[in-house]
């Protein structure tokens, strides 16, 4: 398996299913399918826009969040209990079927 399929939910409930290479990041792979996802660092851990909120029955076999993405995700928009940084998740072959909510907003500290 070189792909896995990932569900993309944006605010207004519109799903987004699109075919993505193991390796890549979720932010990656948001930004090659027109996925709005900010990223305002590029994938760099230096913000929060990143933040989505994963499924809960994916959110468990993640790797755990390291101390620096929880720092970021503190400064999240619309936090949850399922919260991570697109750019932190590593698509695995794990992840297949996995499905990511695009919160409706995000607090980039650059610009706000």
Known sequence: MSTVTIHFIDADGTKKTVQAPIGLSVLEVAHQNGVDLEGACEGSLACSTCHVIVDEGFYES??????????????????TATSRLGCQIILSPEMDGMVLKVPSATRNMMVD
């Open 62 to 79: 993640l790797p755990e969040a390291t101390e620096d993405e929880e720092d970021m995700l503190d400064l999240a928009f619309g936090l």
